[in-house]
C-alpha cells in the first residue's frame, strides 16, 4: 500500500492525500475522514523522509562535520545539539570525511536534500568558495573552524573560529624562545588547504623570523589520529634524532607524539618537547601535561548557533568573527639542556 493506492481508493487525487498526510486545511472534511479511515484500516506508514522533503517550512538544522570522531567536535556537537532542541529545532548531523575538494558540493547537496533551515559546517576544505557559490541556497550558513583560503563571497555565509596563522606563529615562537632550532610540525593531512594550511603557514612564519631553515622532511603527517601521529614519530625518531620539539596541530596527534617518544626511550620535556592543539582535556591529565594551543570551543560552539538563529529570524547579518586562543604552558615543553664540554 502506497500513496497512490490510497488515492484510487478514495478516488482523489495523490496530491490530496499528501494535503491531508501534512495536514493541509484546504481538504473537505468529508474528504479528510475518507482518506484517514482509508489509512487507518490499511495500516499505511507514511515514508516520513519523502514527506520532510515536500515540505517548505521544515524546522531541521544541519551540523556537517569534518571529523565526526573527533573529540575536539564532538564536545561542539552536544553543545550545539543541546541548543538546538532548546530553540525547539531538530539536529540533523552529517558526516562529511570522505571527500578532500568536494565540501562545496557536500554542503549545497545537505542543504537542499534535507530542506535544512540553517546549516553549521564544522571544519572542511572550503576552498574554493566563488562569489556566487550560495547564491542557489536560501538557508543561512555558519562556518566554524574553517579557514577558506578564498576572500570571495563573504557576504553570503558567516564565519567564526580562531586566528589559526597567528596561533601556530605564537606556539613555534614559544619553542624557539626555549633554545629550540629542529622543530618539526605535525600536520593532519598532505594537502590540507584549511587550518592546516593556516598553522603550517604560522610556523613558517616563526622560522623566518627567527632565519632557521625550513625544511619539507620536518613536516610529518598525522591524519588527525592517536596511532597514525605514533606511528610517524616514531619513525622520525629514528630518522631524525637531532630533533628537539615536536609541534603538533591537534591534542590527539600530540597524545600519540608523546607515546612514541616514551617507547623510543625518550623523555618528554627533557629529550624533546611537545606542543599541541585545541586545548583538550586529555592534554592536561596526560602525564607529563601537554603544553597546547587553548582554542575557546565553548563559545565558538554557542556563537555559532545563537548566530545561526539570528540569520535565520533575520535579527542581523553575516559576520566573521575570529576569537582569541592561549597558550597553556605545561612541563611537556622546556628549555634546551646545553651540554657543555670540559677538557681536563
Known amino acids: ?41 490499511s495500516n499505511y506508514v507514511p515514508n516520513n523522509s519523502a514527506r520532510i522533503l515536500k515540505q517548505n517550512n521544515t524546522k531541521n538544522i544541519g551540523v556537517l ?69 550560495f547564491d542557489s541556497v536560501d538557508a543561512p550558513i555558519v562556518l566554524t573552524s574553517v579557514n577558506t583560503i578564498s576572500d570571495l563571497g563573504k557576504s553570503k555565509y558567516s564565519s567564526i573560529g580562531i586566528d589559526n596563522k597567528k596561533s601556530a606563529y605564537h606556539a613555534t615562537k614559544y619553542l624557539m624562545n626555549l633554545g629550540h632550532k629542529n622543530i618539526a610540525i605535525m600536520l593532519g593531512e598532505k594537502d590540507d588547504l584549511g587550518i592546516g594550511w593556516w598553522r ?33 614519530t616514531k619513525n622520525l625518531l629514528m630518522e631524525k634524532p637531532d630533533i628537539s620539539a615536536i609541534f603538533a596541530i591537534s591534542d590527539a596527534m600530540a597524545i600519540g607524539v608523546a607515546k612514541a617518544i616514551i617507547d623510543s626511550g625518550l623523555k618528554i620535556g627533557q629529550d624533546i618537547s611537545i606542543i599541541g592543539f585545541d586545548g583538550m582535556n586529555i592534554s592536561e591529565f596526560y602525564n607529563p601535561s601537554i603544553t597546547t594551543v587553548k582554542q575557546p570551543k565553548e563559545l565558538m560552539a554557542v556563537m555559532s548557533i545563537n548566530h545561526l538563529f539570528d540569520l535565520i529570524n533575520k535579527k542581523e547579518g553575516h559576520k566573521h568573527i575570529l576569537l582569541d586562543t592561549e597558550l597553556v604552558k605545561r612541563e611537556s615543553s622546556k628549555e634546551v639542556k646545553i651540554v657543555e664540554n670540559i677538557l681536563v
Open 1 to 41: 500500500m502506497n500513496i497512490k493506492d490510497i488515492a484510487k481508493i478514495a478516488g482523489v487525487g495523490v496530491s490530496t492525500v499528501s494535503r491531508v498526510l501534512n495536514n493541509h486545511s484546504d481538504v473537505k472534511d468529508e474528504t479528510r475522514e475518507k482518506i484517514l479511515k482509508i489509512i487507518k484500516d
Open 65 to 133: 562535520v569534518k571529523g565526526v570522531f573527533n573529540p575536539f567536535f564532538s564536545e561542539m556537537i552536544n553543545i550545539i545539539g543541546n541548543k538546538i532542541h532548546e530553540y525547539g529545532y531538530t539536529m540533523v548531523l552529517q558526516q562529511n570525511d570522505y571527500t578532500f575538494d568536494e565540501d562545496m558540493d557536500t554542503l549545497l547537496g545537505f542543504i537542499k536534500e534535507k530542506r535544512l533551515q540553517g546549516v553549521i559546517c564544522l571544519g572542511g576544505n572550503f576552498i574554493d568558495i566563488k562569489e556566487d557559490s
Open 200 to 232: 603550517l603557514k604560522g610556523f613558517k612564519e616563526a622560522l623566518l623570523e627567527y632565519n632557521y631553515n625550513f625544511s619539507e622532511e620536518h613536516i610529518l603527517i598525522g591524519n588527525y589520529e592517536v596511532e597514525s601521529a605514533y606511528k610517524t
